[in-house]
């Protein structure tokens, strides 16, 4: 059974930082790409960052660039997000995903949430002004 737990989420100032964890356990036949995601109540899920395994390849939503940091340490099996400068936008539920195929008719990017097949339970993010 494939399963991702992410944690590291908290509240925080705005300008402060978090790191957010995801260890994915269980096997998958083929990981293309992981992500970051988002969402809020009665909002989208909105793809913050994700990385193309194979290549390490990053990719980031507009209003995280240069902020957010997306990594993996492959020898655990992690996924990490670095959030630096938070801002009280940011406050939302942030969850952790995996694929099994590349998807490519989402795009290129792994921003698209409907090609993800697996889902942590997600960890919250609350940054105060």
């Known amino acids: 059974q494939v399963q991702l737990v992410e944690s590291g989420g908290g509240s925080v100032q705005a300008g402060g930082s978090l790191r957010l964890s995801c260890v994915a356990s269980?096997?998958?036949?083929?990981?293309?790409?992981m992500g970051w995601f988002r969402q809020v109540p009665g909002k989208e899920r909105e793809g913050v960052a994700s990385?193309?395994?194979?290549?390490?390849?990053?990719y980031y939503a507009d209003s995280v660039k240069g902020r957010f940091t997306i990594s993996q340490d492959n020898a655990k099996n992690t996924l990490y997000l670095q959030m630096n400068s938070l801002k009280p936008e940011d406050t939302a539920m942030y969850y952790c995903?995996?694929?099994?195929?590349?998807?490519?008719?989402?795009?290129?990017?792994?921003?698209?949430?409907?090609?993800?097949?697996?889902w942590g339970q997600g960890t919250q993010v609350t940054v105060s002004s």
């Open positions: 995903a995996a694929d099994r195929d590349p998807g490519w008719r989402y795009g290129g990017s792994g921003l698209d949430a409907r090609r993800y097949d697996y």
């Open positions: 269980g096997y998958i036949m083929r990981r293309y790409y």
């Open positions: 990385i193309y395994i194979g290549s390490g390849s990053t």
